[in-house]
């Protein structure tokens, strides 16, 4: 299975697993799925770790590549496409970084692995 993970489902499989569902859990520990992260989680985690939300992310908001892929997951970089369709996504959900996560996730047609019932207004397939 091909899945992206939601910004908060990268930082709970990091820093606490027990956050995540069991459904998740198995999902990212499986040795058997690509674990996709978007540009967009780098962005929303060096963002809210210099705004003081993400104290104990510092590893991750410094050196996300390198602590993405050690972790075996593959990045997504953001293309145009996938800013057009963020752009154009219809919704009241705000948030630039879950909109981006969501044009992502339907561009390249695959799921995206978030508890955030707020991203299923954008016709996205969400899994938890």
Known sequence: ???LLDTHTLLWAAFDEDALSARA????????????VSAA????????YRLGKLDFAQDL??????EVTSAGYLLLPITPEHAQRAGLLIGAHKDPF?????AQA???NIPLLSNDTQ??????????
């Open 119 to 128: 991203l299923d207004v954008f016709g996205v397939r969400r899994e938890w």
């Open 25 to 36: 859990r198995r999902i990212v520990q499986s040795q058997s799925n690509e674990i996709i």
């Open 61 to 66: 908001a410094e050196n996300f590549v390198a």
């Open 1 to 3: 299975m091909r899945i």
């Open 106 to 108: 339907i561009h390249e």
């Open 41 to 48: 989680s780098a962005w929303e985690v060096a963002t809210k």
């Open 98 to 102: 879950d909109r981006m996560l969501a």
